[in-house]
């Protein structure tokens, strides 16, 4: 079922162009989004430089301590989310064709298998009809990317039967 619904060439064209989109969103959105928590981190500095003049003029009060400890760890959070923040480039569908060869090659029932699988089968939800699957369409690369497909219960009895003759033979 995986293999039909993203490992192969069709899918992953898709998912690619998918990914694409999101990422041109993305980063027509970077500069608004950068200048905002940069903003927030030079209000935050220029803050803690007047804590810091208040103190070098001999002001210390528990109260300007606790507000400067407060500070520093609020700009150490906007550190981390600036350092976060980036371009993304756009990805080739080339880069992730050999996706489609190593869920082939890989040895089903194994560890490695259902970590490979894990990264892509984000939820699956049973109905007394259908199941749900929810699929990482993002490639990994944007997790917020994501596909549900829906399988009916005869399809998938289907599937098991046609993998139970094919065993046999």
């Known amino acids: 079922m995986l293999r039909k619904k993203i490992f192969n060439a069709t899918s992953l064209k898709h998912f690619v162009n998918n990914v694409n989109t ?7 959105e970077y500069g608004a989004n950068y200048e ?16 810091t003049k208040a103190i070098e003029k001999g002001i210390i009060t528990e109260s300007l301590i606790n507000r400067a400890e407060e500070l520093e760890q609020k700009r150490t959070e906007i ?7 980036h371009q993304l480039s756009l990805i080739e ?39 749900e699957i929810e699929i990482n369409t993002g490639l990994c690369i944007a997790d917020k990317i994501n596909e549900i497909v829906t399988i009916r219960r005869g399809e998938l009895y289907e599937l098991f039967k046609s993998r139970v003759r094919e065993e046999k033979k």
């Open 22 to 28: 999101y990422i041109r969103q993305y980063n027509s």
């Open 36 to 51: 905002s928590v940069k903003a927030e981190y030079d209000e935050i500095q220029a803050n803690l430089d007047n804590i």
């Open 79 to 85: 550190e981390i989310k600036l350092s976060e923040i």
């Open 93 to 131: 569908y080339n880069d992730f064709l050999p996706l489609i060869e190593e869920f082939r090659q890989l040895e089903r029932n194994t560890e490695e298998f259902r970590t490979f699988i894990q990264s892509y089968v984000k939820r699956i939800t049973v109905f007394p009809y259908h199941l």
